[in-house]
């Protein structure tokens, strides 16, 4: 006789965990174990937030210049007042040394500007709707005041607005890039793979051939060929088409290689003798189980996409004012005159480095978690 | 022949009729109150011309070497009878010594052109308003202004010492000037009312330039940076074919006349050249060819397309100082190709130049302060004298997008564009708040000031009256941002500014000015270009607005090109409407604005007025320009172009302010000959 079942099923040990998780599972607790792309994870997140919130975050018009307000140091915010806290900013005094010719502002702390939470400013657009609300703005501010958090450039124009849209800029022109190129390497490696023969050798002499190509002669040529009636928006989108046509080569090779492997699994033998379709062959069984090879890749081929857009605009090949980026806010920062009388327009790099850092962190955290029983 | 004590008489008797006269002269006591504590502005000054010829010559101890070895004459025979004598600003200085300075590759040929512009026939003073001799001794003007008579120095030899005579400039006249296949078409500033004048050799020591008619201005262009007057150094190179002398000894070889077509095409294409034409144009241009005979200074060695342009002492240069010792004084000069501006400013303030006023950046003014001591320079801060160091340049004959060409020609829409500028807040930020904010038009002080009002007309900033100007003109529909739109298609009215990144930071000023155009609804696109692009682009008729000085215009006569359409050279106020004005009407478009084709006949007629009449007639022009705002001025009167001057504590004779100004060939009016290396 059986006893009737009394006990409580034991909690599944780790093993049978393991054993019963999917493939999602499986990968998304392997990427944990990776500390450092979760953090990278979350700082992405952030500054993609950041991104598409750029204009709400921006304290003043990035565009605004205001000769009063030129090369302004990081001012700092002060948070408590009459013992409550009341965040407030001091007012500044410029006036120009005629000896040495500098700019030179003092601190007027008999004027005290309150800041507010999400205050009116410039109308922007966000998610379609036209708003002025920003996260914050001054309360009782004179003509020149501002919440310089990271000081102001020589056209008097706020960096820290500036950077919120170049962030924008610059990581979108990623993504599209990197979007174009997944692409065209999917397409051109997948059909490489699949088709072998002439069509391989084809596209694989063509990526040498784009491979060997010195990037810096051939962007030279490229932004050179754009018609100088371009609007900057045409031109973004040029530079980034240019970017991705460079940079699908990896991608390709990357899928051609999985195509190749797995072309040779028993399960797609399975599939083929089971009738199935080659399209359904390849987007229902051989896709899903790359997808996050590719994913990891893409992680990878995002940094050096951004990198490209930053140089090409620091060399003054890529976005050119009034367009706003990472590398056109670093070309501002490219003379003597910032270096010695306002070093800070060059914290620009800081962001450029935390993302390219943080992208790198994460591509090789996916790429671990990709293969979870490695 | 004409005596010493007659020919400085005409010489004094032309200094009371100089152009700029007496006005010039008190700009150069009044000191810009914004300058006054820096302490960086002195007065204008310079070597002078001394009347007694030294008794005796000596030369720089490297020539006297090649003497000793028997490869030179002796000095008394390489100097003319009659040098020119300059009395050094502070002292008799000493030979010797390089003189390091910087440049930006082949298209800064000007560069070295202004440093060897004593190959000038005349120049001006100190003070930029005297007419003053230089490789011509005098001169005589007819009462009626239809003859010009040049004496030249007696015994004045070419760097390579054949004897420099009339026959120079018969040669130029007959062989260069007038061959059409050379130069296409006669120069405006040899065809007054386009009558044709001629250039006649009177005597070994004379030539004669003739005209039809009256054209007293002739004696500036002769010492103006013109075609005919701008010397053989910057005129002979590549291009340009005026200069009024040549070396014909050297050049005759080149010629189809003096051998046969044949002939000189077989030399052309042994020295790989397509053809005569081809082989010409290198061998008559200073900067790249170092054989070619030369008057100024110094002359090349090794050419200007070479990272070092260097040039060397010319051993038969005709000036000498009281002293009798044989300019210049300095060896030798060398040119570093720099990079970009950045390098240039970077060098300088490192003391690798000894002397640098060109390519120097006013931002950077407050570092270049604090470097003094660790370069071991002086810096001298010298204004300028034209109204804009940033003019906006509308073309006047554009015509590729109708819409567009319509607003351009509308007198309103040019006047609210300048009215939507803000001018201060550029003269704070680009200028560092030392320029002066106004229209185009010269300094108050210059003759050709059309008065005192007409600095701010039009030229505020008055965003509301702006509005207001171009509602009416029907521009009243506007975007979801505010930019005005086409009548035409309904879209965004978009202006097209091309701002090259070369002198000033034309195109970070554009962004500027665009921003505060954004208050007018004008949506300016800023386009930054290369140099030869742009003003390719301004030459085939394409570009809408463009941004330039407009230095030169504080004598409008001797460069007009900044403020009128009547050179195709360098139309910046549209090419087809020069090409016009310049061709007597053959070629072109006419101009259909009525005060355009009257500013153009006015400017016509000044050639044959008397000094008085014809300044008077450049302030009626200046009038029309700013009251149809043509040319759009913003900022100016300021050193940002050649006026902050980096300069060496080793050297002496600096004068403490110089005279920057296009006529002035800056820094040839502080007569570099005279600078020395101090012990």
């Known amino acids: ?374 | 022949m004409t005596t010493r004590r007659q020919v400085l008489g005409y010489a004094s008797a032309l200094a009371a009729t100089a152009p700029a006269g007496e006005a010039l002269a008190q700009a150069v006591s009044s000191s810009h109150s914004n300058f006054a504590q820096s302490g960086l502005v002195g007065h204008l000054e310079s070597a002078t011309e001394a009347t007694a010829i030294p008794a005796s010559f000596k030369e720089a101890p490297m020539l006297a070497e090649l003497v000793k070895q028997g490869k030179l004459p002796p000095v008394h025979e390489r100097l003319p009878v009659e040098p020119l004598v300059l009395k050094p600003l502070d002292a008799i200085g000493r030979y010797g010594g390089t003189w390091r300075r910087g440049f930006i590759g082949p298209s800064d040929g000007e560069n070295g052109n202004r440093i060897n512009a004593s190959d000038k026939l005349l120049l001006w003073d100190a003070t930029g308003s005297k007419i003053i001799p230089n490789v011509a001794k005098g001169w005589d003007m007819s009462k009626d202004g239809k003859t010009f008579t040049l004496f030249l120095r007696k015994g004045m030899k070419w760097s390579d010492g054949h004897p420099y005579t009339a026959d120079d400039f018969a040669f130029w006249y007959e062989d260069i000037y007038s061959n059409r296949d050379i130069v296409p078409t006669p120069i405006p500033d040899m065809s007054p009312q386009a009558k044709p004048g001629r250039l006649v050799k009177i005597d070994e020591t004379t030539v004669q330039f003739q005209f039809d008619v009256p054209y007293y201005l002739f004696l500036d262009m002769m010492a103006g940076d013109t075609l005919i007057g701008g010397g053989q150094s910057v005129q002979q190179s590549i291009g340009n074919c005026g200069g009024a002398y040549s070396p014909g000894h050297y050049l005759k070889q080149f010629l189809p006349k003096y051998s046969s077509e044949a002939a000189v095409n077989k030399l052309a294409r042994e020295q790989g050249y397509d053809n005569w034409g081809r082989l010409l144009a290198f061998k008559k241009d200073w900067e790249l060819n170092p054989e070619l005979p030369t008057l100024g200074g110094w002359h090349t060695v090794k050419p200007i397309n070479t990272p070092t342009w260097t040039m060397v002492r010319n051993p038969y240069f005709y000036m000498v100082d009281t002293a009798g010792n044989q300019l210049p004084y300095i060896d030798n000069i060398v040119m570093t190709l720099a990079e970009s501006l950045e390098v240039v400013n970077l060098r300088a303030m490192a003391g690798e130049y000894d002397m640098q006023e060109r390519h120097i950046d006013l931002q950077k003014l407050p570092i270049i302060l604090d470097n003094r001591d660790r370069g071991n320079y002086d810096v001298h801060l010298d204004l300028a004298y034209n109204g804009a160091d940033t003019a906006i340049q509308i073309n006047l004959s554009y015509k590729d997008d109708p819409e567009i060409a319509k607003w351009l020609h509308t007198a309103d829409f040019r006047r609210a564009l300048s009215l939507g500028i803000d001018r201060d807040q550029m003269n704070q930020t680009f200028w560092l708040g030392l320029g002066t904010p106004g229209s185009a038009v010269p300094a108050e002080v210059m003759p050709q000031n059309p008065g005192k009002e007409w600095r701010t007309k039009w030229s505020t900033h008055d965003p509301a009256q702006a509005n207001k100007m171009l509602d009416a003109l029907g521009l009243t529909k506007k975007d979801a941002d505010g930019y005005r739109l086409r009548t035409d298609n309904g879209k965004r009215l978009v202006l097209q500014v091309e701002a090259v990144a070369a002198m000033l930071d034309y195109p970070r000023q554009m962004e500027m000015v665009a921003q505060q155009w954004r208050k007018i609804g004008i949506y300016g696109d800023v386009k930054q270009m290369e140099r030869g692009l742009a003003f390719q682009r301004i030459a085939a008729n394409q570009d809408q607005i463009n941004v330039w000085t407009n230095g030169g215009t504080e004598l409008m006569y001797l460069f007009p090109r900044h403020c009128l359409p009547v050179d195709p050279t360098e139309a910046h106020l549209g090419v087809e409407i020069a090409k016009w004005y310049s061709s007597g009407g053959k070629q072109g478009m006419a101009p259909t604005d009525p005060e355009l084709k009257r500013a153009l006949e006015l400017f016509r007629s000044a050639a044959g007025q008397q000094e008085d009449e014809r300044n008077k007639t450049a302030q009626e022009i200046w009038k029309i320009i700013v009251d149809q705002q043509y040319s759009i001025g913003t900022v100016g009167q300021s050193p940002a172009q050649f006026g902050v001057r980096l300069v060496s504590r080793k050297l002496g004779n600096i004068p403490s302010r110089a005279c920057i100004a296009q006529h002035c060939r800056t820094p040839e009016t502080s007569r570099p000959e005279t600078w020395f290396f101090k012990a």
């Open chain 1, 1 to 374: 006789m059986r006893l009737p079942f009394t006990r409580r099923k034991p909690a599944p040990s780790k093993a049978e965990r393991y054993a019963t998780a999917t493939q999602l599972q499986l990968t998304w607790w392997r990427f944990c174990r990776h500390r450092l792309a979760v953090v990278s994870l979350i700082v992405l997140l952030l500054a993609y937030t950041a991104a598409i919130m750029a204009d709400f975050l921006a304290t003043t018009d990035p565009h605004q210049t205001n000769a009063a307000t030129s090369y302004i140091e990081p001012q700092a915010i002060h948070w408590f007042d009459n013992g409550g806290f009341h965040p407030f900013v001091y007012g500044l005094k410029g006036a120009r040394d005629m000896r040495t010719f500098k700019l030179s502002y003092k601190v007027d702390t008999s004027r005290k500007v309150y800041l507010d939470l999400f205050a009116h400013n410039y109308d922007y657009s966000l998610f379609g709707f036209r708003t002025d609300i920003h996260l914050f703005g001054l309360r009782n501010a004179n003509r020149n005041d501002g919440i310089y958090i990271l000081g102001t450039d020589q056209l008097g124009r706020d960096l820290w607005s500036r950077l919120a849209v170049a962030t924008r800029v610059s990581l979108f022109i990623g993504l599209v890039g990197v979007s174009i190129s997944l692409f065209l390497g999917v397409i051109l490696g997948g059909v490489s793979a699949i088709y072998g023969g002439w069509i391989d050798i084809l596209v694989q002499r063509m990526i040498e051939v784009v491979r060997s190509m010195p990037t810096i002669p051939l962007w030279l040529g490229l932004s050179a060929a754009m018609p100088s009636s371009w609007s900057v928006t045409q031109v973004y989108l040029a530079i980034t088409i240019i970017i991705s046509l460079l940079s699908w080569t990896d991608l390709a090779r990357t899928v051609r290689g999985k195509f190749l492997s797995l072309r040779e699994e028993d399960f797609v033998l399975a599939a083929e003798l089971a009738g199935a379709s080659q399209a359904r062959i390849i987007f229902f069984h051989m896709l899903p189980s790359f997808t996050s090879h590719i994913i990891a890749a893409v992680s990878l081929a995002l940094p050096a996409m951004i990198i490209s857009e930053t140089s090409l605009s620091f060399l003054g090949l890529g976005l050119r004012p009034p367009a706003i980026s990472w590398g056109v806010l670093l070309q501002d920062a490219q003379n003597v005159q910032t270096l010695v009388l306002a070093p800070w327009l060059l914290t620009v790099a800081v962001p450029v480095i935390i993302v390219i850092l943080a992208f790198n962190f994460l591509g090789d955290g996916l790429r671990d978690a990709a293969d979870p029983y490695g």
